[in-house]
C-alpha cells in the first residue's frame, strides 16, 4: 500500500519561505506526477502544482511566481518551497500522487500538514 | 483557469436517501472530471475518477455519470459514514481545479 507523508515546519513569520517535504513508501513515485495542494482552514481545495519524474514542473498561475517543486527520486520524496508568504497562506498542505494511466486522478494522499503564517 | 461550480453547496439528508450532487465546467473537460469524499481531518479520498469509473474500494451506491461540461455524483442510499464533503475536480487543463465543495449533513 503506498503511503505519502508530508513533513516540515508548522510555523513560519510572514515573508520567510516554508519548505515541505513528502516522502512515498511502499511505491515508487515513477512514473507518476507528484503533486502538492493546500486547503485553508474551513475552506476548499487549491492546486498548487506537480513535478514528473524527469523533473518537469508545473505550477498554478496563481502561485508560480512563488513556488518551486523538486523531486529527488532516490530517495522517493519530492519538495515544495513556498517564499513571501503571507497569512493568506496559511493552510494545511497535502502531497498526493496523480495518476495518468488511465485514471487521470489524486489515487493516493498524504494526511495533511498545517502550516500556520503567524508572527 | 477552467472554473468548477458544484451544487448546492450544502445539503441536509437522512439516510437511505438517494443524494446527487452536481458539478459544471466553464468549459468542456471531456471526461476528465473527479470526484473525492473528505471527512473533518482527514485527507480527500478518491471515489471516481474519469467521470464514472468507481475507485477500488469504493462502495457500489456511488456512482458518476458526465461528459463535455456537466457531472453528477450520485449516492443511490445514504450510509451514515457518507455524511462528509464532496469535490469535484477537472485534469483536463492544469491548474487542475477543484469545486468549492458540498457538505453533506445529516437532517
Known amino acids: 500500500q503506498v503511503q505519502l507523508q508530508e513533513s516540515g515546519p508548522g510555523l513560519v513569520k510572514p515573508s520567510e519561505t516554508v519548505s515541505l517535504t513528502c516522502t512515498v513508501s511502499d511505491g515508487s513515485i515513477s512514473p507518476y506526477y507528484c503533486t502538492w495542494i493546500r486547503q485553508p482552514p474551513g475552506k476548499g481545495l487549491e492546486w498548487i502544482g506537480y513535478i514528473h519524474h524527469t523533473g518537469s514542473a508545473t505550477y498554478n498561475p496563481s502561485l508560480e511566481s512563488r513556488v518551486t517543486i523538486s523531486i529527488d527520486t532516490s530517495k522517493n520524496q519530492f519538495s515544495l518551497k513556498l517564499s513571501s508568504v503571507t497569512a493568506a497562506d496559511t493552510a494545511v498542505y497535502y502531497c498526493?500522487?496523480?495518476?495518468?494511466?488511465?485514471?487521470?486522478?489524486?489515487?493516493?494522499w498524504g494526511q495533511g500538514t498545517l502550516v500556520t503564517v503567524s508572527s | 483557469d477552467i472554473q468548477m461550480t458544484q451544487s448546492p453547496s450544502s445539503l441536509s439528508a437522512s439516510v437511505g436517501d438517494r443524494v446527487t450532487i452536481t458539478c459544471r465546467a466553464s468549459?468542456?473537460?471531456?471526461?476528465?472530471l473527479n470526484w473525492y469524499q473528505q471527512k473533518p481531518g482527514k485527507a480527500p479520498n478518491l471515489l471516481i475518477y474519469?467521470?464514472?469509473t468507481l475507485q477500488s474500494g469504493v462502495p457500489s451506491r456511488f456512482s458518476g455519470s458526465g461528459s463535455g461540461t456537466d457531472f453528477t455524483l450520485t449516492i443511490s442510499s445514504l450510509q451514515p459514514e457518507d455524511f462528509a464533503s464532496y469535490y469535484c475536480q477537472q485534469t483536463h487543463n492544469t491548474p487542475y481545479t477543484f469545486g468549492q465543495g458540498t457538505k453533506l449533513e445529516i437532517k
Open positions: 474519469v467521470a464514472s
Open positions: 468549459q468542456t473537460i471531456s471526461n476528465y
Open positions: 498526493a500522487r496523480y495518476r495518468t494511466s488511465g485514471s487521470y486522478s489524486l489515487d493516493y
